[in-house]
Structures are given as C-alpha cells and as structure tokens.
C-alpha cells in the first residue's frame, strides 16, 4: 500500500507564482486534511474535506485553495505565493471516526523567495 | 476554540533518563492520540486513548489519559537515542470527530 502520497517533495516559488501540491491517498479514507507545520511549531489545519465534493476551512486557510473530486485526490493550491508561506505542507486521511488513526504524506518543504 | 497546550516544549536528556510530556486542556475529548514525528517525516500514531484514567503501555512508553479526559502524559523510561523526534498529542473534541485539535509538540533529543 502506498498510503499517502505528496508530490513534489521540495520546490521554490518566487513571489506571487502559483502552485498546486497535490495528495492522494488508496485507503478509500474520507477524511483528508491539510497542515503547514513551520520550524519548532506543531500543526496548523490549513483545509479539510469530509468527502468528495465538501470542503471546510482550517485555521490558516488565507491564501490557500483546495479541490476535492475525488476520494483520493485532494489538491492544495497556491494562487499568489508569499514568503509567509515558507513552510513544510503534509497532507493526512483518515477514516470516518472519532478514534481513527491519522496517516500523514511525507511533507512537501515550500519555499518562497 | 479548544486547545491543547504541551510541556516542555523542549527537552535535551541523556540516554537512560526517564522523562515525562504532558498534554493539558481545560475541554473534555472524547479521545487524545500521540504522534511521533522524525525529521523529514509526517507524523505516526503511536496510541489512542479513550477512557478517562485509561493507562496504556508501549514498550518503554507508558501513555495515561486523564479521568476528567481533559489531559494526557507519555512517561519514557530509560530513553534510548532512538527515541530522539518531535512528540504530538491530538484530540477529538466530544461530539465533533472530523478535526483533531493539536498540541504544538514537544521536541526531544536524547543524547548518548
């Protein structure tokens, strides 16, 4: 199983260029998440989707877009890049539950100059 | 807003200390799960708690949830450098399981 898969691993934007990270995910899970985890920090929900079609926002959702289609797919777009969106992205899924378990991608370190 | 507050926020210790994390909110979860995280890797479980004075045991790792299940603690013993990465705690808040509220981590490094 490949579990959680981000693409790419690394990348720099300069300002104001655009980018999607994209995350999928084969375990046929629900929910998917975005976080942006900054140096030292812990997580900060960035979007989630309950299903395919349902989108929400997280705390930090300002300058972020998102898309899901499909159960697996779930995009992370960047309209206008900052340098405030330095940061290493994960993408996580999880089943339907209050006590299921979070499986993370291995993270995609963006940054912006 | 719930929120999970983590102590310390750092800690250097020396191989075979024994260390404790704590996890504390002033809201009731319904569960609280602890992550590990290595550097340049995403988070993994390692447990989830569900009842309140629930103690669960992991090898060298003990995790105990609070009765009032408003605070958890991960107690190591004999720390191994192996042990050395960033420690999460995550909550479902009661009645909503679709967002885990997070700590912001406790980082540890144990040196040989």
């Known amino acids: 199983n490949a579990g959680v898969t981000q693409t790419p691993k690394f990348r720099i934007l300069k300002i104001g260029q655009s980018m999607t990270l994209q995350c999928t995910q084969d375990?046929?899970?629900?929910?998917m998440y975005w976080y942006r985890q900054d140096p030292g920090m812990g997580l900060k929900l960035i979007y989630y989707?309950?299903?395919?079609?349902?989108?929400d926002k997280g705390e930090v959702p300002n300058g972020y877009n998102v898309s899901r289609s499909t159960t697996e797919d779930f995009p992370l777009r960047l309209e206008l890049a900052a340098p405030s969106q330095t940061s290493v992205y994960f993408c996580a899924s999880k089943l339907t539950g209050v006590n299921t378990e979070a499986f993370f991608g291995q993270g995609t370190r963006l940054t912006v100059v | 807003t719930q929120l999970l507050e983590q102590s310390p926020q750092f800690l250097s210790i020396q191989e075979g200390e024994n260390l404790t994390v704590y996890c504390n909110s002033s809201?009731?979860?319904?569960?609280l799960q602890w992550y590990r995280q290595e550097p340049g890797e995403g988070p993994v479980l390692l447990v989830t708690v569900v009842t309140g004075g629930e103690v669960k045991k992991l090898k060298r790792l003990t995790f105990q949830f609070g009765d009032a299940r408003k605070d958890s603690s991960l107690h190591i013993t004999a720390a191994q450098p192996g042990d050395t990465g960033l420690y999460l705690c995550a909550g479902a808040a009661a009645g909503n399981n679709r967002k885990l509220i997070w700590g912001l981590g406790t980082s540890l490094a144990v040196n040989p």
């Open positions: 989707s309950v299903g395919a079609g349902i989108t």
């Open positions: 375990m046929n899970h629900n929910y």
């Open positions: 809201s009731v979860f319904s569960s």
